[in-house]
């Protein structure tokens, strides 16, 4: 899937490790899409080099193509929107 939108919002990296030992790094941002009545939503850049190589700011306009999936937890689905590439526009 793809969109075309602005970035609103850059929220902090996130570091940590998986169940199985291994090291990650993520970050999420804010996408705002549509001229009239614009919608927004969160998407997350997943690894060290996808994040820096996307080098994202505020006011940045992007085309994204992304995936979504989600997370059950505790009997509740969480979706997410998982990035997979991004260029300025």
């Given at each position: 899937?793809?969109?075309?939108?602005?970035?609103?919002r850059?929220?902090?990296?996130?570091?940590?490790?998986?169940?199985?030992?291994?090291?990650?790094?993520?970050?999420?941002?804010?996408?705002?899409?549509?001229?009239?009545?614009?919608?927004?939503?969160?998407?997350?850049?997943?690894?060290?080099?996808r994040?820096?190589?996307?080098?994202?700011?505020?006011?940045?306009?992007?085309?994204?193509?992304?995936?979504?999936?989600?997370?059950?937890?505790?009997?509740?689905?969480?979706?997410?929107?998982?990035g997979?590439?991004?260029?300025?526009?």
């Amino acid at each position: 899937m793809e969109i075309t939108g602005k970035i609103i919002r850059v929220l902090p990296v996130q570091k940590g490790v998986t169940k199985s030992g291994k090291e990650f790094t993520k970050q999420s941002y804010v996408l705002e899409y549509g001229d009239r009545y614009p919608k927004k939503f969160p998407f997350e850049l997943f690894g060290a080099q996808r994040v820096s190589d996307a080098d994202l700011h505020v006011d940045d306009v992007i085309r994204l193509l992304f995936d979504i999936d989600s997370n059950e937890w505790n009997g509740k689905w969480y979706p997410i929107v998982s990035g997979y590439k991004v260029e300025k526009q």
